[in-house]
């Protein structure tokens, strides 16, 4: 049974900095590009970010770039999110999960090529 299970999601302030963490258990790591998306109250679910199976090549939405970075631990099979400079816009419960259609991220992230949803993580962004 193929599981993600988000976690590192708190209180932060305005130009803090947040790891996530998705630990991925029932399919090994490095066969799948493994993406984080975001929901906001009232908003519709965004593509964040991700990262590519075999190269690891990465790919980020523009409302987060040069702010938040994606890597991966295949050994711990273990998907990171790390967020910088964070803003009151980057509220949200953050999900991951692993793209079933293509092993090679590509910008924007399509939902419906994911599945594996986590339960997801609150980050809450505010003063």
């Known amino acids: 049974q193929v599981q993600f299970a988000e976690s590192g999601g708190t209180l932060a302030q305005p130009g803090g900095s947040l790891t996530l963490s998705c630990a991925a258990s029932g399919l090994v790591l490095h066969d799948y590009a493994i993406g984080w998306f975001r929901q906001a109250p009232g908003k519709e679910r965004e593509g964040v970010s991700c990262?590519?199976?075999?190269?690891?090549?990465?790919v980020y939405a523009d409302s987060v770039k040069g702010r938040f970075t994606i890597s991966k631990d295949n050994a711990k099979s273990t998907v990171y999110l790390q967020m910088n400079s964070l803003e009151p816009e980057d509220t949200a419960v953050y999900y991951c999960a692993a793209n079933l259609m293509r092993r090679r991220c590509d910008t924007p992230l399509r939902g419906y090529e994911y599945d594996y949803w986590g339960q997801g993580t609150q980050v809450t962004v505010s003063s």
């Open positions: 990262i590519s199976a075999s190269d690891s090549s990465t």
